[in-house]
Structure formats: C-alpha cells, structure tokens
C-alpha cells in the first residue's frame, strides 16, 4: 500500500487537522505492535496514550479531517491492521522536507534542528 501526498485545502486554510505519531516495537506492522500514539487535533491539547482513544478514531475515520504525520505512511500501515482504515486526506511532512534537504539525513531528530 502507498500513502498519496495530496490534500484539499479549503480556501487558504485547512480546517481540521489531525497531527500524530506512533511509536511501535519494531517496523514489521505485521508482527509489531503500538507502544504508544502521540496526537493533536486542531489547537487542542496533545494527547499521548498508551491506547488507541475513541476520539482518535473519530478524528481517523473522519473524511474531512487532514491526516499529518512525519513518514506517515509507517504509521498508517500499523494503524490500518490496528483499526482500519482512516477516511480523508493525508499529508506527509517528511515530503517537502526530503525535497527541500535531499543531502541531509531524514529522521525527526535531524528535523527538528
């Protein structure tokens, strides 16, 4: 499965956007599990759980939620065997930022330098 990169955007503005980040066992999302997510929807707080949370899901399954996450397609393939299927658009940051810095290394910590 391959994750697009292309998302609506409403006037100038997304309206409702979804940020997580997972972090797993290993990278088989066959064989690993979810340690913890990481996720913010919109200006509210951040969440981190150990669990999967009703109002994540709500947000997933959501079509007219954007989805961004940094390698988002990692994350997806664990939470699709997890949950299912989200609904929407998703947009992985790490796109523009490996375009913008082909020669640099691409993993959060050399991002949020």
């Not at 990278?27 to 951040?46: A, M, S, V, W």
């Not at 490996?98 to 959060?108: M, S």
Request: proline letters at 4%.
């Amino acid at each position: 499965m391959r994750i697009g990169t292309k998302f609506e955007i409403v006037g100038s503005a997304i309206l409702n956007t979804l940020t997580f980040d997972l972090e797993t066992t290993g990278l088989n999302h066959r064989r690993d599990k979810i340690l913890c997510i990481g996720y913010k929807f919109n200006d509210n707080p951040t969440i981190c759980t150990s669990k999967i949370t009703e109002e994540f899901i709500r947000y997933y399954q959501d079509a007219s939620v954007l989805k961004v996450g940094f390698n988002i397609n990692f994350d997806l393939h664990f939470l699709v065997d997890s949950i299912g299927m989200w609904s929407g658009p998703v947009y992985d940051v790490m796109v523009p930022y490996c375009n913008k810095n082909p020669f640099e290394e691409h993993n959060l910590k050399a991002l949020s330098r």
